[in-house]
Every structure is written in structure tokens, then in C-alpha cells.
């Protein structure tokens, strides 16, 4: 079946971190991968995504890459901010419309 | 404001009752997609509508229903409600059949049976 694994959160760093959230996940064929924010009472945000191995998806100073052989879509930053408070999902898309997302890991980031 | 509305934001029911939540999509997209978020279960894919046409179906249990109108707005209809339904659902929604470029997530209704 498909399913996707994330670290346990919640994640606690300092402003300027260096961030990594690890995602992996098990499929069938070949999923596209992406990585969901979610804002306090707010909806699920895409953040980035990857269609095909190797792949690296990015936007506002997070990456991804799609590692086949690991099975992995980890996300990274190199310096964050309090701004980037929030829960993380990874997640894939299955038969190009049923999304299986991750359990969501929590970012507190303190100044 | 992310295109996708959803009301109302926030529903109280006693057990035993019906509630339906609405969702509008945003202007162009065709797909809608209903999901719950519920604290052990996570976010689950209950249902997706495409133009009016049931596309696919994850974990709905058979006290759900949803539609999707010819104005493109969707309802899911929550009957029989137990305490283990209280949740956030979320509406979400795509220009075609196909989720490539991700979703647009409107920001949820959060229901609370009591």
C-alpha cells in the first residue's frame, strides 16, 4: 500500500537553524512527492514538489529532493525564522488524485 | 485568503445529529476534494468530485455523503454523528481530474460533536 512516514515532532530550534524534517514513503508505481504548511487555523499550503526521481523541489529557502533508492523526501533549510512556525506535511500523490499525507511534524522556532 | 471558502468555520452538534459543510472552489477549478484531520487518524481523503462526478473515494464511512452542484460547490453530509467524528474537514480543490500541481486547501470546518 502507499503510506508516508515522518519524524516525530514537535522540532524546537533557534532563529537561524539549520532544519531538517525527514519523510519517507512506501508506493506503489511512482508517486509524486510534496511538502504541505500548515499555518495555525489555516489550511494545508503547498510548499513544494517533486514529480520524478531526482527531482528537487523548492520555494521560500526549502528544498527537497526525491531520493528513489532511500525512498526518502526530506525536507531542509538552511536559516529559519520565526515566521516558519508551523506544521509539516510530506505527502504522495497516488493514481494523480488521492494525496496520502504524513501525520504532520510541529516547527516551533524561538528567537 | 486562499480561493477556496468553506462554511461554516466552526459547528456544535449533539450525537445522533446531521450537519452538512459547504465549500466553494476556487474560480476555475473543477475538482473538489473533502479530507478529515482529526488528531489520531490524522488527515484522511474521504472523497473527491470532478464537475459534478464522483472520482474517487478513500476512507468515507457510509453515514457520509457528499455532491458537488452544477455551480461547482460541494456539500458533505455528516449523518448519525458520534463523538469520534469531531475533526477538522477540510475542503480542497484543482483545476482538472489530476492533483499534479498540488491542492488549494480552503482553511476547514471544525466540527464538534458533544
Known amino acids: 500500500g502507499n503510506s508516508v512516514t515522518q519524524m516525530e515532532g514537535p522540532v524546537t530550534l533557534s532563529e537561524e537553524a539549520f532544519l531538517t524534517i525527514n519523510c519517507t514513503y512506501t508506493?506503489?508505481?511512482?508517486?509524486?512527492l510534496f511538502w504541505y504548511v500548515q499555518y495555525p487555523g489555516e489550511g494545508l499550503q503547498l510548499l513544494l514538489k517533486?514529480?520524478?526521481?531526482?527531482d528537487k523541489g523548492s520555494n521560500k529557502g526549502f528544498e527537497a529532493t526525491y531520493r528513489k533508492e532511500t525512498t526518502s523526501f526530506h525536507l531542509e533549510k538552511g536559516s529559519v525564522q520565526v515566521s516558519d512556525s508551523a506544521v509539516y506535511f510530506c505527502?504522495?500523490?497516488?493514481?494523480?488524485?488521492?494525496?496520502?499525507f504524513g501525520s504532520g511534524t510541529k516547527l516551533n522556532v524561538k528567537p | 485568503d486562499s480561493g477556496v471558502t468553506q462554511t461554516p468555520k466552526h459547528l456544535i452538534t449533539a450525537t445522533g445529529q446531521r450537519v452538512t459543510l459547504r465549500c466553494s472552489p476556487r474560480?476555475?477549478?473543477?475538482?473538489v476534494y473533502w479530507y478529515q484531520q482529526s488528531l489520531d487518524q490524522g488527515l484522511q481523503f474521504l472523497i473527491q468530485?470532478?464537475?459534478?462526478?464522483?472520482?474517487a473515494k478513500g476512507n468515507i464511512l457510509e453515514r457520509f455523503s457528499a455532491q458537488q452542484f452544477p455551480d461547482l460547490h460541494s456539500e458533505l453530509n455528516l449523518s448519525s454523528l458520534e463523538l469520534g467524528d469531531s475533526a477538522l474537514y477540510f475542503c480542497?480543490?484543482?483545476?482538472?481530474?489530476?492533483?499534479?500541481?498540488?491542492?488549494?486547501f480552503g482553511s476547514g470546518t471544525r466540527l464538534t460533536v458533544v
Open positions: 474560480s476555475g477549478d473543477l475538482s
Open positions: 480542497a480543490s484543482s483545476v482538472g481530474q489530476s492533483a499534479n500541481y498540488g491542492y488549494t
Open positions: 517533486a514529480t520524478k526521481a531526482d
Open positions: 505527502a504522495l500523490l497516488y493514481n494523480f488524485n488521492k494525496f496520502y
Open positions: 468530485y470532478y464537475n459534478g462526478e464522483e472520482r
Open positions: 508506493a506503489t508505481g511512482y508517486p509524486s
